[in-house]
């Protein structure tokens, strides 16, 4: 694999960055869930331009499929808040702490079924991001396109029988940053304040 992988993986790197701050204060789930696909980027980038390629092969991969399912599952738990704070429901704020306690042993133990189940996942934040930006249509279908870009990325891009392997895994890691900030835009806009929930 080149050093140029270096580049776009740093672009998920200092996306990730950017929406972490802008999120910590009021979305610290999604926040959280951002920063491990940053960290599996950073990984990639210390990877490629050290030229330990090889070496640290096993933990980029490890970090980042069990850190975006986790990542995921985090971002979707901040998406149900969000619909929790609109219907007024701070119950369903408590079963968020339920869910990632079991999503941990479940990264941790179940690992062969960490696509799958992160493309389950990602079906579930699409359905639930849509029904976040009720009642309006357009920002209905924009958002299921948004949340979209990480499973047609997954499967569409990443191992792209028509892209040479190098486009493609730029393509990918570019759509990457650009789902990531997608959070952000989805999350932030609605100034939901989730921390204003009762506990």
Not at 102 to 111: A, I, M, W, Y
């Amino acid at each position: 694999m080149p050093p140029s992988f270096a580049i776009t993986e740093l672009l998920i790197v200092l996306t990730a960055a950017f929406c972490f701050l802008r999120l910590r204060k009021h979305y610290p789930f999604a926040a959280i869930g951002i920063s491990l696909f940053g960290l599996a980027a950073l990984i990639g980038v210390y990877r490629f331009l050290s030229g330990e390629v090889d070496q640290l092969a096993s933990i980029h991969k490890y970090i980042s499929q069990a850190g975006a399912l986790l990542g995921l599952i985090l971002i979707t738990i901040e998406i149900i808040l969000a619909q929790a704070l609109l219907a007024q429901k701070p119950a369903i704020k408590k079963s968020g702490y339920v869910i990632i306690i079991t999503s941990l042993f479940f990264v941790n133990v179940f690992q062969s079924y960490i696509l799958p189940a992160y493309i389950i996942s990602s079906l579930a934040s699409i359905i639930l991001a849509y029904r976040l930006a009720a009642p309006n249509k357009g920002k209905k279908l924009f958002y299921i396109f948004l949340m979209s870009i990480m499973p047609l990325n997954l499967i569409l891009v990443r191992n792209s029988e028509l892209l040479n392997q190098v486009i493609s895994w730029h393509i990918f890691h570019i759509l990457v940053a650009a789902w990531v900030y997608g959070i952000y835009y989805i999350l932030d806009p609605a100034k939901l304040r989730i921390n204003s929930l009762p506990k």
